[in-house]
């Protein structure tokens, strides 16, 4: 099944609006396949409302839905105010206004993901004495060697063995070149 179109659900955004008497109707409906977890989100000073293909291809009777919900956070803060609270009494209403329960939450099938955690592994050398310290996550904080703080340059490496050994071997001087480098990139 193809996902409906931008002007279709900026049209049923439109009818909504209407239904709720929401004299600014004007709206912006879009998809956004950046998301991954939440189905959709609404950024109701600006009137726009994103939805997730990724979550709603699989599940296309729950677009209407989703974008019921998420335009009900608009309408809700162009009727009532920011005072609104999100899924307050307000939206509640409108929420049963257009025949949908006021459900917070989607029970969609969320796609695996790889974890972000571990992807690299990071080098990080005091500048001042030299203490070095090949990290699975990167901390700042005071030197173990000389106590300064937050005086470290920083280099990365892919969390495998061999990017860990390419680290370990990285002396004080290289990784100031390096990091001189990658400044004067930026």
């Known amino acids: ?41 609404a950024f109701v000073q600006h009137g726009r409302v994103e939805l997730n293909p990724n979550l709603l291809e699989p599940a296309p009777e729950e677009i209407d839905g989703v974008l019921v919900h998420e335009a009900a956070h ?11 609270e999100a899924h307050g009494r307000h939206w509640r209403a409108l929420m049963r206004l257009a025949g949908l329960p006021p459900e917070v939450t989607h029970d969609l099938a969320i796609p695996a993901r790889r974890p972000r955690r571990g992807r690299f592994a990071y080098l990080r050398v005091c500048d001042s004495c030299g203490d070095r310290r090949v990290m699975a996550a990167l901390r700042y904080g005071r030197c173990h060697g000389c106590s300064r703080r937050d005086s470290y340059l920083v280099l990365r490496a892919p969390a495998t063995a061999a990017g860990r050994a390419a680290l370990g071997r ?11 480098a990658i400044m004067e990139r930026r």
């Open 1 to 41: 099944m193809t996902l409906p179109t931008v002007e279709a659900l900026t049209a049923r955004a439109a009818e909504l609006f209407a239904l709720w008497r929401v004299r600014d109707a004007s709206i912006e409906v879009a998809w956004n396949r950046r998301l991954r977890t939440c189905a959709g989100r």
């Open 74 to 84: 608009v309408a809700a803060w162009r009727l009532f105010g920011a005072a609104a």
């Open 170 to 180: 990285v002396t004080l001087a290289d990784a100031r070149a390096r990091c001189d």
